[in-house]
């Protein structure tokens, strides 16, 4: 139970590099389930989510074998039935449900709980499979797929209320690989990561394309084999240390990243009186504080629009940016849990039904705070670092959930930051 001590006023400068992304090498971790073969994953950042799911692969009887960034992945026997004490501890476990599926013709994975960003049902992951040919019963907590005879493509439309699903079409696409015929895709998640997982599946021998649009065609192929993958930068890790450079920066570099995946975030910091420049090649970037900041509307929507992933740290950045903003989180309304704590801090927010108005006050002042989720987490850590005074963040394992060494890279960057253990 580590905790952070952010002393407050002091100013980012310098560079440092994005990490691989956590929630690409997740789904692709999983994917490994797919072949006997090894695969070799390159940029795994080590948080504890990808620790998460290495266990659980281990758990299932594959080899894994880790070295910084690179894992190693043998899954040539394999179990189909999840263990609930690790899956019960990671939403994103739900993904070795269609790779298990896929390969073995039955997977045992529990239904994952509530969380504290929202209800995130799993029933389109479930109308996917079931599209496929599988047979699901529920019992006991846990989901039993079952498809004896294999899996067959089909067409399915995967939009929920709140648009696509983001695991939900990697779970699909990964079930639908070894599929036998065609499998089409509609209202697909488009986002980076899905991309980036088809294109290793691809590399393992699956056939997809569309990847990336709304409509991905899969056709089902006999088998995969081994492979090696270099996971994309993690785009939130980039957005997050963007808006602490906004916020508290003196030219803050960020290397390694991918400029079309951060346009988004991008514009939304510049609209917000910042400057951000990118190298021609599109892999890093520069941030300047601006000198007239301004407050900016936000909705979440799916990508290509403003992530969900980045509302909270945006928002801690405009609760100390002159004038009025209105964030609208279509996609997960209850994920406002940050701006209590940040109101703990003198913000001058009101939230409402999906909905935060915050006016930008001068200053915070810093509080004993407490991170109640990733995102969260990253916002207490922005708001802390322009507060007057000591700020303490406890439940730090929130954080090291996705961000990869967050203190030593802020430190990196001239923040007065220190993790106690407690
Ligand atoms: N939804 C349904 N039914 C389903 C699945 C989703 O109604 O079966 C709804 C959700 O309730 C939500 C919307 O669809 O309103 C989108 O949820 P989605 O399924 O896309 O979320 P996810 O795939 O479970 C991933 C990321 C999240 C990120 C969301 C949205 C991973 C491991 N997780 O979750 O990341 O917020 O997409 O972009 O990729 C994070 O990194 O902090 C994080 C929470």
Known sequence: MDKLVVHGGSTLKGAINISGSKNASLP?????????????????????????????????????????????????????????????????????????????????????????????????????????????????????????????????????????????????????????????????????????????????????????????????????????????????????????????????TLNRVNQEHLTAITQAIVKSGHIVKFNEAGDSCFIQRGENPIGVDLNTSPYPGYPTDMQAQMTALLALTPGISVIKDSIFPQRFMHCAELKRMGAD?????GMAIVRGVKELSAAPVMASDLRASAALVLAALKAKGTTEISRLYHIDRGYEHIDEKLLMLGANVERVRV
């Open 349 to 353: 927010i009101k939230t409402d039904h």
């Open 28 to 252: 692709i971790l999983a994917a490994a389930i797919l072949t006997g073969e090894d695969c070799i994953i390159r940029r795994v950042p080590d948080v504890s989510d990808t620790n998460y799911m290495i266990q659980i692969l281990s758990a299932l009887g594959a080899d894994v074998e880790r070295s910084s960034g690179t894992v190693r992945i043998t899954c040539a026997d394999i179990m189909d039935e999840a263990p609930y004490e690790l899956v019960r501890r990671m939403r994103a476990s739900i993904c070795v449900m269609g790779p298990l599926l896929a390969r073995k013709g039955r997977a045992v994975v529990s239904l994952p709980g509530g969380c504290v960003i929202g209800d995130r049902p799993v029933d389109l992951h479930l109308k996917g499979m079931k599209a496929l040919g599988a047979k699901i019963e529920m019992e006991g907590g846990n989901i039993t797929l079952t498809a004896p005879n294999g899996l067959k493509g089909a067409e399915m439309d995967l939009r929920g209320e709140s648009g696509p699903t983001v695991l939900g079409t990697d779970n699909v696409m990964m079930a639908a690989t070894l599929a036998e015929g065609t499998t089409i895709i509609n209202s697909a998640a488009a986002e980076p990561e899905v991309l980036d997982l088809a294109n290793f599946l691809n590399s393992l021998g699956a056939k997809i394309t569309g990847a990336g649009t709304r409509r991905i065609v899969i056709e089902g192929v006999k088998e995969l084999h081994g492979v090696e993958h270099t996971v994309i930068p993690d785009r939130i890790e980039a957005g997050t240390f963007m808006a602490a450079a906004a916020l508290v920066g003196e030219g803050v």
